[in-house]
């Protein structure tokens, strides 16, 4: 049916939920609200609340791993896009895939058996339970890891309430002393000996899940990621040695990704950015937290040739956060002909954070100018 590993467990509370628990205790998950509800904390504790009656859980993984991006021809900067969002919404083709297993199952029992099924979006720790399910080990990046094919595998599961019998779990921890993915997270938001992120400086949780301004500090190490992040997968031994590229369809790339051109994500309308990403999972992020996103790389990248629409972003978007980003990156251009724009940008612009930010830009366009090295 597609799916690249099966295991089965039982329906028990987790055994990590301490852990889970400390880790919304110390505000880690940012503005993912959602994530420390009443609702969600108490069924994540119980799964018999997700589903009354559940007698076991069947946990898949799918590998969405594609190998390297197809080599693109030079022309104006481009983003990188996390692989899993390289074709449309998985969440929807594992829903479909679930749901034929699930029928599959009805036919085997010869009756109706109640279920729940969740692509990455149920109340569940979906990785202790595939650990439970003997598919794999929870990295130190927190990703579960296969010993065949590595991190590259997005998780879900049916409740069924149906015994079915139990799979043993994966017990060996088998990182042993690699600290590789935390030595590579540019953002340092591994934490070292924790097994725990810290989602707010994570780059996945920056370009998709926070909706406000992303940290000035933290801009510069986004480089040009706009949607997710794959650099602690990419530095893993176990990706690099045991990763198998797929054939299948609903992972492979679809122009224009999976590296759109950064220009195009910045100026796109959003009838435009809705028309190009149907059906794919960069519209979680909006058209205007793209846009954002788009804005920071290319003042990471510190595209010189972006200026012209670095400065339509900042005079023209109607999203401040679009305009304020741009005004950083701006800056980060460090040169007389953007301080101009953000000078002039600055007598019009109304939004008190844009006008901070914008002021802030400048401040760094001059002393960036002033410590640059003499010809």
Request: charged share 20%; proline share 7%.
């Amino acid at each position: 049916m597609g799916f690249s590993a099966c295991g089965i467990t039982t329906p028990e509370p987790p055994p990590h939920l301490t852990q889970f628990e400390n880790w919304l205790q110390a505000g880690m998950h940012g503005s993912m609200h959602y994530l420390a509800s009443e609702h969600a904390r108490t069924r994540r504790a119980d799964p018999l609340l997700v589903l009354p009656g559940c007698k076991s859980i069947i946990v898949l993984a799918t590998n969405y791993y594609q190998g390297e991006p197809p080599a693109t021809e030079p022309g104006p900067p481009r983003a990188i896009v996390a692989r899993y969002a390289w074709n449309d919404d998985y969440h929807h083709t594992l829903l479909l895939r679930m749901r034929a297993l699930h029928a599959f199952i009805e036919a085997a029992c010869g009756e109706p058996v109640a279920q729940r099924m969740y692509a990455d979006t149920g109340p569940l720790l979906e990785r202790e339970l595939a650990q439970r399910a003997g598919i794999g080990w929870i990295g130190k990046n927190t990703l579960l890891i296969n010993p065949r094919v590595g991190s590259w595998t997005v998780l879900s599961e049916i409740l069924l309430a149906w015994p079915l019998p139990a799979d043993a779990p994966f017990v060996a921890d088998r990182c042993g002393s690699c600290t590789r993915c935390i030595e590579a997270c540019p953002t340092q938001a591994i934490l070292p000996d924790e097994r725990r992120v810290d989602s707010r400086r994570c780059i996945s949780y920056l370009t998709i899940e926070e909706r406000g301004a992303i940290a000035r500090e933290l801009r510069p190490a986004l480089q040009d990621w706009v949607f997710g992040c794959d650099i602690c997968q990419d530095v893993c031994p176990w990706n690099v040695r045991f990763a198998q590229p797929t054939d299948d369809e609903a992972f492979l790339a679809r122009s224009p990704l999976p590296e759109p051109g950064l220009e195009d994500l910045l100026l796109a309308t959003p009838a435009q950015f809705s028309e190009t990403y149907r059906g794919s999972s960069l519209k979680r992020a909006k058209r205007s937290g793209m846009a954002r996103n788009a804005a920071v790389a290319l003042g990471a990248q510190r595209a010189q040739a972006a200026q012209p629409a670095l400065e339509v972003a900042l005079q023209h978007d109607a999203a401040a956060d679009v305009r304020a980003h741009a005004a950083w990156a701006l800056g980060q251009l460090a040169n007389a002909a953007s301080r101009s724009a953000l000078q002039t940008a600055l007598l019009a612009e109304q939004d008190a954070e844009v006008r901070n930010e914008i002021t802030a830009a400048i401040e760094d366009s001059r002393t960036a100018s002033a410590n640059a090295p003499m010809a």
